[in-house]
């Protein structure tokens, strides 16, 4: 199993930054992509960035040239810099990563962290 603790989360009023971090922990074997979705109330989950263990980035269009995400591997730990909140990034900010527990892909699987909540006032 692999446990996935999320932290940072804050409310802070609209321009302010946040910087998010997970850190994975538990029976790792390796660990591939990285990631960040988030949920507004009353709206689906949405994927924010992701990161591959290469470094390969992707964003969702809303937070391109205000979001950065990065990780270190060595640490297992993947990071969200905000800046230029909105109102709008308010959500539970969920972190994600597909990892193996063993050399076998049969141990591959996906992990969700519980979420830390982010509040952006105008």
């Known amino acids: 199993q692999v446990q996935l603790v999320e932290s940072g989360g804050d409310s802070v009023q609209a321009g302010g930054s946040l910087r998010l971090a997970c850190a994975a922990s538990?029976?790792?074997?390796?660990?591939?992509?990285m990631g960040w979705y988030r949920q507004a109330p009353g709206k689906q989950r949405e994927m924010v960035a992701t990161?591959?263990?290469?470094?390969?980035?992707i964003y969702v269009d809303s937070v391109k040239g205000r979001f950065t995400i990065s990780r270190d591997n060595p640490k297992n730990t993947v990071y969200l810099q905000m800046n230029s909140l909105k109102p709008e990034d308010t959500a539970v900010y969920y972190c994600?990563?597909?990892?193996?527990?063993?050399?076998?892909?049969?141990?591959?699987?996906?992990?969700w962290g519980q979420g830390t909540q982010v509040t952006v006032s105008s």
């Open positions: 994600n990563t597909d990892a193996r527990a063993s050399p076998a892909w049969s141990s591959r699987s996906v992990y």
């Open positions: 538990g029976n790792i074997f390796s660990i591939n992509a």
């Open positions: 990161i591959t263990s290469g470094g390969s980035t």
